[in-house]
C-alpha cells in the first residue's frame, strides 16, 4: 500500500473534507502533497476508500468520477473513460492483472474525513 | 465479358441478377421490364394501400442498379428471342444480344371467361397499376367482391377491406382455401373472416356480370342467385406467363409453363427460365422461396458451377390472412398411402390444427393450422427432416399444459445441419451456427451476416432458438438477468419499478436485489427511474447511479474535460443566440465543432468552469441539450416549407415543437429525430429513431432507422397523418421502446430483436392490441409535465456546485491538462507533445 509518511514512519492524518460535503455513493478528489486522491463513501456499507485519482489506461486524472458498486463480492470502483475496474480495497485491477493504482489510507474522525499523510 | 439478358424484373429476376452481382465472376447484365417499376415486393402488396408508398415496396432501385453496372430498361416488353443470333427484341424497337438469357417473366392473373369481365371496375391484383386502378374504382364504391377464395383472393379481399368496402369473397369450391385446407379448417377460417365482416359465398359459379340496379354491376349465379357490387377483383389463380418462350419454339409444357432441366435450362441450353413462368416436372412453384432458389442455381450454373441443382421446393406456407394465422404443410390432405390423421379444433378461441402421420405414427408428413400457426416452425422442420416424434403425435397437438411440454419438447438441438431455417434466404441450422462460432451473438448479429429471418420473418423465434442453443454449447451463458445484483432482465425491472411505484435504487435493491450494485444495473436502473419519474438526476437518491457523462451534465473527453452542447431546437438559431454561443467559447476558449445534429459544441470546459459557463447559457436563453444522457438527442430538420420552394409543410416547426416535446426523456439509449418538408429528405429523417417526413397530406412516420457503426432504413410505420396523430403514435413508440428494449440497445437493435417486428409494433401501436395505448401515453405525458432543464437546477443549489471543481480541498487544477494550437484552436496535448512541452520548460 502506498503511504504517505511522516520521517517517523507513523501515518500523518491529514483533513482533506468534512463528511458533510461528500455524497453518497459517488466520489470526490483532494489534493495531499500534490497527490491527487479519489475519495469514495460507500452510503450501503458506510465504508470510505481512497485510491489514486489517475487512470493508467486513459492517462488522465479522472478516477474520483468513476462508478462504484460490488464485483464478486468486492468493492469495486469502475473507471469513467473505459470502464476498466479496480478493487477499492487493493487498487488491483479486475480486467488486467498487470495493472493497479495505489491505495491510500482514510477514516473518519468527528465527521471529517482524513487521510494518512 | 459474358452478356446476360434478363427477361422480367420482378422478384425473382431482381433475385438472380443479386446473385449475379454477389459471384466473383463480372457479367455484362441488362434486365427488361413492361412494368413502370423496377422489382417490387409482391407478396405485401396489399400494403400499398395502408402505407400509400411504392417507395417501401421497392426491392431496388436505380440508383443500386446504376451503381453495380446493371443496365435496364423499363415499360418496354420483350417481344421476340433470335436464337440463332442471340439476341432479342423488344416492343419499342430495342435489340440486344446475349451469351446467357433468363426468362424470368413470372405469371398472370387468370381471369374466368365470364361475359362482362372486361367491364372498367373489373381488375385483377398484380402490379401497383393495377392496385391504383382499383383504388380509383374504390373511390365512388360501396362494394366489393373477390371472385376467387384461395390464398390471393383472401390477401385481394384485405386490400378490399383497406379501401372500406364492404367485402365478398365468392368462390367456386364449398370452401376456402381448397388447395390447402380440409373443410374444418375451411370452415374455422371462414367463421373468422366472416367475424371481420367480409361477407363469403361458396359454391358460386358466376355465369355473367350484367349493369346492377343498386350497384354498378350483377354477379349472376348458376344457381340462380345473384350479387350486386361497384367493383370486382379477379384472383382465381394464376398462369404462367409463357408467351415469349412458346413464341420463340421453346418446349412448352401440356397446360403452360417453361420446361427447364435441374440447372434450369430450357430446351435452349442458353436460355434459362426461373420462377413462376418455370415448369420442372411438371409442376409450376407459385411461391417467392423456390423462384429465389431457381435464381441460385441458375445463376450459378451460368458462372460455370454445376454443383447446385433444382431439386424441387417444399410448397409448405405460413401466412397471415385477413388477420388470421394460416398455415399448411406438407401432405396438408392427408393423401399419402396408410397416413393417418389427428385433428384438434377450439372452438372458443378459433384454432384448428391438423396433423398427418405415416401409418406407425412416428413421422410427420403434413399439417394444417388456422388461428394459431406458432407451431410452424416447430412443425415444419419435423416435416422436412423426416424426424421422429418423440411422443405421440396428440402430444404435439395439446395446447402446453405447462411450459416444455407438448410441441417445444423439439429442442432445435435434435435438428441436423442441413435444416432449413430460412427458406427466403434459404439459410441452414449450420450456417447459423458457423455464425455464432465466429462471434455473432444476437438476433442483429444473425440477420446481418447470414441474412436469416430478414425476409418474411417467420422463422425469427426458430433462428432464435438456434441461436442460443448455439451460445449455450459455447458456454456462453444465455441469461437475460441484467447483472449479478438482478436476476432479472432489464424489462422486468421496468415493469416492477412501474408497478411497485419504486422511487429509488436502494429501494430496488432491498427488495429485489443483492450485494451492492455494480457500472451495468445502477445506470441501467437510473435511467428507468428516470423515464419513469424524471426526477433530477443528480439528486441525492440517483446520483451514485449517473454514469461518467450525465453525473457531470456534460460529455468527458479522453482528457477529463468536458465538452458542452446546449440544444437548438430543430436547428434553429437566431444571431444573438449564435454570437452568445461564441462569446462564452471565446472567453474559455473551447474548442468549437458544428455537430451532425445541427447544434454546436463547445469543448475542453474543465470541471469548475461548468457551472460558469452554463450561467451564461441560461441567462442567453439555452437550456440543457443532454448531449450527455441516453435520452433524446435532436431533432434535425431542413427548412420546409417556409422559405424552401418545394416543401410542403412546415417541417422547422413541427422539429421545434417535436424537440421540445420530448427533451428530457431519458432511455435505454440515445434517441435522435430528423424531420424533412418533403420527400426530397434533406433532414436524412430515415437514419433517424424517429423520422418524419412531409407529404401533400401531412406526415409519414418511419422508426427505428440508424446511422453510425451499422446503418438501418427506417421502417416505413404510417402515412398522410395529421399532426395530434403524429405525435400520438410518436408518444406511443417511444414509450413502447423505453418500457421494452435492452440497456444501451438502440431502437434499430430493438427493432431487429423484437418478436413480430415491425407489423407487431403495429398492432400494438395504432391497434392497441395489447390495450397499453393510453398507458403508454399518459407515461410519457408525465415525462414532458416533469421536464426540468438539469444545468438550470443544478446552479442554484449551492452543495451541488461544490462537486463542480477538480479538488474538493484546494483551488488548485488539474497540472496534467495542456494544450496545443491547432488550426486556430486549442486541442488536448498528446502524450508525446505532453513530454516535449516539459522538457522544454525544464530547459528554459
Same mark, same amino acid.
Given at each position: 500500500m502506498s503511504q504517505l509518511t511522516s520521517n517517523d514512519g507513523q501515518p500523518n492524518w491529514v483533513k482533506v473534507a468534512d463528511k458533510s460535503q461528500l455524497f453518497p455513493n459517488t466520489g470526490v478528489c483532494a489534493l495531499v502533497n500534490q497527490q491527487q486522491i479519489a475519495i469514495f463513501w460507500d452510503q450501503h456499507k458506510d465504508q470510505l476508500f481512497a485510491v489514486s485519482n489517475y487512470c493508467p489506461f486513459s492517462k488522465a486524472n479522472v478516477l474520483s468520477r468513476g462508478l462504484i458498486g460490488d464485483y464478486q463480492g468486492q468493492s469495486m470502483l469502475a473507471a469513467p473513460t473505459y470502464k476498466q475496474r479496480f478493487n477499492l480495497e487493493t487498487g488491483e485491477c479486475f480486467d488486467d492483472e498487470h495493472v493497479s493504482i495505489a491505495v491510500y489510507p482514510i477514516k473518519e474522525s468527528n465527521g471529517e474525513i482524513l487521510i494518512a499523510a | 465479358m459474358k452478356k446476360i439478358i434478363v427477361v422480367g424484373n420482378g422478384m425473382v429476376g431482381h433475385h438472380f441478377i443479386d446473385q449475379l452481382l454477389a459471384s466473383d465472376s463480372e457479367f455484362e447484365i441488362t434486365t427488361f421490364s413492361e412494368e413502370a417499376h423496377l422489382a417490387y415486393d409482391r407478396v405485401h402488396l396489399s400494403s400499398y394501400f395502408t402505407d400509400n408508398s411504392v417507395e417501401a415496396l421497392m426491392l431496388t432501385n436505380e440508383q443500386y442498379y446504376d451503381d453495380n453496372g446493371v443496365r435496364y430498361l423499363v415499360n418496354d416488353r420483350v417481344v421476340a428471342i433470335d436464337k440463332t443470333l442471340k439476341c432479342i427484341h423488344t416492343q419499342n424497337g430495342v435489340t440486344a444480344s446475349y451469351d446467357s438469357l433468363v426468362i424470368a417473366t413470372g405469371s398472370f392473373p387468370f381471369v374466368p371467361p365470364i361475359p362482362g369481365n372486361d367491364n372498367e371496375h373489373c381488375h385483377v391484383y398484380r402490379t401497383i397499376e393495377d392496385l391504383d386502378a382499383i383504388r380509383n374504382s374504390a373511390k365512388d364504391a360501396q362494394i366489393g367482391v373477390v371472385v376467387g377464395g384461395g390464398l390471393l383472393g383472401l390477401e385481394a379481399g384485405k386490400a378490399l377491406v383497406d379501401l372500406g368496402l364492404k367485402t365478398h369473397v365468392v368462390e367456386f369450391a364449398p370452401r376456402l382455401m381448397a388447395v390447402q385446407l380440409c373443410s374444418e379448417g375451411g370452415g374455422l377460417l371462414r367463421g373468422k373472416i366472416e367475424e371481420l365482416g367480409v361477407e363469403v359465398h361458396t359454391?358460386?359459379?358466376?355465369?355473367?356480370?350484367?349493369?346492377?340496379?343498386?350497384?354498378?354491376?350483377?354477379?349472376?349465379?348458376?344457381?340462380?342467385?345473384?350479387?350486386?357490387?361497384?367493383?370486382?377483383?379477379?384472383? *382465381?389463380?394464376?398462369?404462367?406467363?409463357?408467351?415469349?418462350?412458346?413464341?420463340?419454339?421453346?418446349?412448352?409444357?401440356?397446360?403452360?409453363?417453361?420446361?427447364?432441366?435441374?440447372?434450369?435450362?430450357?430446351?435452349?441450353?442458353?436460355?434459362?427460365?426461373?420462377?413462376?413462368?418455370?415448369?420442372w416436372q411438371g409442376k409450376i412453384f407459385g411461391l417467392v422461396a423456390p423462384g429465389y432458389s431457381m435464381a441460385k442455381v441458375a445463376a450459378k450454373h451460368i458462372d460455370g458451377h454445376i454443383d447446385k441443382q433444382f431439386l424441387g421446393a417444399d410448397m409448405s406456407t405460413k401466412l397471415k390472412l385477413l388477420g388470421v394465422d394460416v398455415a399448411s404443410i406438407g401432405d396438408a390432405h392427408g393423401v399419402s398411402d396408410g397416413c393417418k390423421t389427428y385433428q384438434f379444433l377450439d372452438g372458443v378461441n378459433g384454432v384448428y390444427k391438423k396433423l398427418v402421420v405415416n401409418s406407425s405414427g412416428d413421422r410427420l408428413l403434413g399439417a394444417i393450422m388456422v388461428g394459431d400457426a406458432s407451431d410452424y416452425g416447430q412443425w415444419l422442420q419435423l416435416y422436412l427432416n423426416d424426424m421422429p416424434l418423440s411422443q405421440g403425435p396428440e402430444y404435439l397437438l395439446l395446447p402446453d399444459a405447462d411450459e416444455g411440454s407438448s410441441s417445444s419438447a423439439m429442442g432445435v438441438d435434435a435438428l441436423p445441419d442441413s435444416a432449413s431455417i430460412c427458406s427466403c434466404f434459404d439459410v441452414t441450422k449450420g450456417q447459423i451456427r458457423e455464425a455464432v462460432q465466429a462471434g455473432a451473438c444476437s438476433m442483429a448479429d444473425i440477420k446481418s451476416c447470414t441474412k436469416a429471418s430478414t425476409g418474411c420473418?417467420?422463422?425469427?423465434?426458430?433462428?432464435?432458438?438456434?441461436?442460443?442453443?448455439?451460445?449455450?454449447?459455447?458456454?456462453?451463458?444465455?441469461?437475460?438477468?441484467?447483472?449479478?445484483?438482478? *436476476?432479472?432482465?432489464?424489462?422486468?425491472?421496468?415493469?416492477?419499478?412501474?408497478?411497485?411505484?419504486?422511487?429509488?435504487?436502494?429501494?430496488?435493491?432491498?427488495?429485489?436485489?443483492?450485494?451492492?450494485?455494480?457500472?451495468?444495473?445502477?445506470?441501467?436502473?437510473?435511467?428507468?427511474?428516470?423515464?419513469?419519474?424524471?426526477?433530477?438526476?443528480?439528486?441525492?437518491?440517483?446520483?451514485?447511479?449517473?454514469?461518467?457523462?450525465?453525473?457531470?451534465?456534460?460529455?468527458?473527453?479522453?482528457?477529463?474535460?468536458?465538452?458542452?452542447?446546449?440544444?437548438?431546437?430543430g436547428g434553429e438559431i437566431t444571431p444573438d443566440k449564435l454570437i452568445a454561443i461564441g462569446q462564452v467559447a471565446k472567453q474559455f476558449d473551447l474548442y468549437t465543432k458544428v455537430t451532425g445534429g445541427q447544434r454546436i459544441d463547445l469543448f475542453g470546459a474543465q470541471l469548475h468552469e461548468l457551472p460558469i459557463i452554463w450561467q451564461q447559457l441560461i441567462d442567453a436563453g439555452f437550456e440543457t441539450g443532454h448531449a450527455y444522457g441516453k435520452s433524446l438527442r435532436t431533432v434535425k430538420s431542413c427548412v420546409g416549407s417556409t422559405w424552401c420552394r418545394f416543401g410542403v409543410q412546415d417541417s422547422v416547426g413541427m422539429a421545434i415543437d417535436l424537440e421540445n416535446r420530448y427533451k428530457g426523456l431519458r432511455a435505454p439509449h440515445k434517441i435522435k429525430f430528423g424531420v424533412s418538408g418533403c420527400t426530397r429528405e434533406c433532414a436524412e429523417a430515415q437514419s433517424k429513431d424517429i423520422g418524419i417526413i412531409a407529404t401533400e397530406n401531412g406526415w409519414g412516420l418511419y422508426v427505428c432507422g440508424n446511422g453510425g457503426m451499422r446503418p438501418r432504413h427506417a421502417d416505413l410505420f404510417a402515412t398522410d397523418l395529421d399532426d395530434q396523430t403524429l405525435v400520438k403514435y410518436i408518444d406511443r413508440v417511444l414509450m413502447f421502446y423505453v418500457r421494452t428494449a435492452d440497456r444501451l440497445q438502440r431502437t434499430s437493435v430493438w427493432m431487429e430483436n423484437l418478436d413480430g417486428g415491425l407489423d407487431y409494433l403495429k398492432e400494438v401501436v395504432i391497434d392497441d392490441k395489447l390495450n397499453i395505448a393510453a398507458e403508454l401515453e399518459s407515461d410519457m405525458q408525465n415525462v414532458v409535465a416533469n421536464y426540468q432543464c438539469e444545468w438550470k437546477t443544478t446552479i442554484n443549489d449551492e452543495k451541488r456546485l461544490q462537486r463542480f471543481k477538480q479538488f474538493i480541498n484546494t483551488d488548485e487544477l488539474d497540472s496534467n491538462i495542456s494544450y496545443v494550437r491547432e488550426r486556430g484552436q486549442r486541442r488536448p496535448a498528446t502524450e508525446v507533445e505532453k513530454i516535449s512541452t516539459i522538457e522544454l520548460v525544464t530547459e528554459a
Open positions: - | 359454391e358460386k359459379n358466376t355465369q355473367s356480370i350484367t349493369q346492377g340496379e343498386s350497384c354498378r354491376y350483377r354477379m349472376n349465379f348458376a344457381d340462380g342467385s345473384f350479387l350486386e357490387t361497384d367493383l370486382i377483383l379477379f384472383s *382465381a389463380g394464376i398462369r404462367p406467363q409463357d408467351k415469349l418462350a412458346r413464341d420463340s419454339q421453346i418446349e412448352i409444357g401440356e397446360r403452360g409453363g417453361i420446361v427447364i432441366n435441374d440447372y434450369c435450362q430450357t430446351s435452349e441450353p442458353d436460355i434459362y427460365a426461373i420462377g413462376e413462368c418455370a415448369l420473418g417467420g422463422c425469427s423465434a426458430l433462428t432464435t432458438q438456434v441461436l442460443n442453443s448455439e451460445l449455450e454449447k459455447q458456454g456462453v451463458e444465455v441469461s437475460t438477468d441484467i447483472c449479478a445484483h438482478f *436476476a432479472y432482465s432489464r424489462q422486468e425491472l421496468f415493469d416492477i419499478i412501474r408497478v411497485k411505484k419504486i422511487q429509488s435504487y436502494d429501494a430496488l435493491l432491498s427488495e429485489y436485489g443483492s450485494g451492492g450494485g455494480c457500472e451495468i444495473c445502477k445506470p441501467a436502473v437510473g435511467s428507468i427511474l428516470a423515464s419513469l419519474w424524471n426526477d433530477y438526476v443528480l439528486d441525492d437518491a440517483h446520483i451514485g447511479l449517473q454514469d461518467t457523462n450525465d453525473i457531470f451534465l456534460g460529455n468527458m473527453q479522453k482528457d477529463g474535460t468536458y465538452s458542452v452542447v446546449p440544444r437548438v431546437p
